[in-house]
């Protein structure tokens, strides 16, 4: 299911449009609106729990690891 989300800051990502090619690095600005599949989980950062998600975008490119602190859902 695909949703709504905005992000909240601006980030740098990798983006990977193909499993073939190197990722792409992508500035992402604070207030952009997108339609992603959101998987989310949890990792270790600094002895912390952070909850980030894989991000799947309409296109077919995707992107890793994103912390949720950088995004909301506007559906």
Request: aromatic share 12%; glycine share 6%.
């Amino acid at each position: 299911m695909y949703h709504l989300i905005r992000f909240t800051r601006g980030i740098t990502t990798g983006v990977e449009r193909s499993a073939k090619q190197p990722l792409e690095l992508l500035k992402i600005r604070a207030g952009v609106e997108m339609r992603a599949q959101v998987k989310p989980y949890v990792v270790e950062s600094y002895g912390e729990a952070v909850e980030v998600a894989d991000l799947f975008f309409e296109d077919g490119s995707s992107t890793r690891k994103i912390p949720f602190a950088v995004f909301v859902f506007v559906d």
